[in-house]
Structure formats: C-alpha cells, structure tokens
C-alpha cells in the first residue's frame, strides 16, 4: 500500500512539472526562430543585433533558426509555421509581413517583432496603448513622422507637388504616408500617392512620380529598401530629390533622413526576449519600444550631384 501511494505520488509530482515547471530548473539551452522578410541594410542590421544581444547573454545557451523570406509574404507564414512545428521558446519576427504571419500562426509561443513601424496597424488593434495584450510585443523602426513633413519643407521650401512612393502591400508604409501627408497638405503642399503592389512595378511608378512631382517621400517601405538603385537610376537623372523614412533607403536613393539605427532597436529586442526566456517577464504586458534618439542624416554623394546644400545640423551617412 506504501508503495502504491509512493507511485501515486511521484506521478502527480511528475505531472505537475510538466504542466508549470515547478521545482525545476531554468532551461538550459533555448531554440529562436528568426524571420526575416527581405535582406537590405537595415533588417540585417537590426538582426544582428538581436544575435549579439542574445549572444552576450546566453553564450552557447542560444541557438538561432535563421530563415529569410526573400520578400514574399506567404513565405513568411511558410516559416512561421514551420517554427511553430519546430516548438521553438521564441520566435523574432523582423519587419510586419513577418509579424503578421508569425501571429497568425501561434498564440502561445512568445513572438518579438523588430522593424515594425505601428503595431497597432499591423496587428489591427484599436484603442492601443502601448502593448498587444497578447503573446507578441517588440520594437518600432518609427522616427518622427511630423519631422520628416518638417524635413521636406525645410530642404525643399519652393516644392509645391510631393509624390508619395510606396508598396501598397505594406500597412505600416500606407500609415506613414497617410500622416505624413495630411501634415504636408497642413503645411500647403499638394500630395500624390504613387503607389506599387510590388518590386515589378517601381520603375514606372516612379517614373510617373518624377514627371509630376518637385520631390518625393518614401517611407520605411521593404519593398523599395531593396529596390534603391532602381529608384536611384530614375530620380537622379531627373533632378528630383528624396526624403526617406530610414537611413538605408536614404543611401542608396536620398537626399535626407531622420534616422535611427537598426542595429539598436535589434539590440534592444533581445534584450527582452532575454528578460522573457530567463526572468520570465510576461510579454502580453510589454510595451513596444522605440530608437532611443533620431538624427538628421543626408547623403553626400547625391546631394553634390543634385547641388543641395543642407543646414549645418545635418550629419553626412557614412
């Protein structure tokens, strides 16, 4: 009878450690599965610095399943999916086509987005206030909005017609462009929308744009991120410059930026997958965090060609 009420026992024990990890020790190694839309500069950098974050705290304790979307939405769910198979402890979701699918693929596993601009548009939350409430939060890649506006009318003040370029796939492009142009059509600017559905279709909307437009604005766009050259080689021999959401974009194909840096906010959301996987912070009650500081950065090499001479509180991308 002992003996079968020991048993009974060290079942139920048994039982319970697997249902909430008591009495157990923390893990001692943790599988990430990374999903990346597309490569260009600024998601890679916003990668790496989620692997180094990681990296320095957990050592060898980290492995990554690093996977790369090539641009295409339906495999980002692929992916997601498959991590999802794989019951990996986290999942990073680099840029919104990314988020979206790894939301919709699981509602229990931990999922950090990086390279998001506005949460509340890629997850369609209303009312938002900061966090998901759900198994999801993470970074922004979102500068100031009104000052990239301000930006625009400061270098380009005798622009009357400004062309806004970007993928109409992409929700968190459609919410920057249409804040920035009620703040531009605040200021007195006449707007146009030129919009892709994808990188087949750059070249002659943008040809389009030039024809009609002073100036363009492309916002933090995937799509146009690793289209630059193409966009370059039509706006430049036009004469039109560009104001661009982010850094990389502005390097291959602007004028000027407020940037921030991606390898920072990349940082920043391994640092809390760390505080999720070790310390056990709940991540339904995490706010989404944003670049800690934005800079006004513009491009040397286009600016000579096209004899733009910015304000001395511009600092030149390297």
């Known amino acids: 009878m002992k003996k079968k009420l020991l048993s009974l026992v060290l079942i139920g024990c048994m039982a319970a450690s697997l249902l909430t990890g008591c009495g157990s020790s923390k893990k001692d190694t943790y599988t990430i599965g990374i999903c990346q839309l597309v490569q260009h500069d600024a998601l890679d950098a916003a ?11 957990l050592g060898d304790k980290v492995t990554f ?25 986290l999942i990073m979701a680099n840029a919104t086509p990314a988020l979206q699918s790894a939301a919709a693929a699981t509602n229990t596993i931990p999922i950090l987005g990086t390279s998001v601009t506005d949460y509340a548009t ?60 009620a703040d531009l059509e605040a200021k007195g600017v ?12 750059i070249a002659s909307v943008v040809t389009s744009a030039t024809a ?12 146009a991120a690793a289209a630059t050259e193409v966009i ?23 004028v000027a930026t407020l940037s921030i840096s991606y390898y920072d906010i990349g940082y920043q959301t391994g640092l809390m997958a760390y505080e999720i996987l070790v310390n056990g912070a709940d991540i339904s009650t995490m706010e989404v965090q944003f670049a800690p500081a934005v800079i006004k950065k513009y491009n040397s090499d286009i600016c000579s ?3 733009i001479t910015v304000p001395d509180d511009y600092v030149a991308i390297e």
């Open 232 to 254: 370059n080689n039509v706006c430049l021999p036009a004469g039109v410059p560009i104001i661009a959401g982010e850094e990389g974009i502005c390097k291959g194909c602007g």
């Open 305 to 307: 060609k096209l004899g």
């Open 122 to 181: 890629a997850l369609q939350i209303d009312n938002w206030n900061g966090t998901t409430g759900t198994n999801i939060s993470g970074t922004s890649d979102l500068a100031p909005l009104a000052e990239q506006a301000s930006m625009l009318v400061e270098l380009f003040p005798d622009a009357k017609t400004v062309g806004l370029v970007y993928c109409s796939a992409e929700p968190n492009s459609v919410y920057q462009v249409n804040t920035v142009k």
């Open 65 to 89: 399943d690093e996977q790369n979307a090539s641009g295409d939405s339906a495999t980002c769910a692929t992916i997601a999916n498959q991590f999802v198979s794989a019951n990996v402890d």
């Open 190 to 201: 006449t707007c146009k929308d030129y919009s892709f559905a994808d990188s087949n279709d």
């Open 212 to 223: 009609e437009c002073d100036a363009l604005y492309i916002p933090t766009d995937n799509a």
């Open 47 to 57: 990668t790496k610095g989620f692997k180094d974050a990681l990296t320095e705290k």
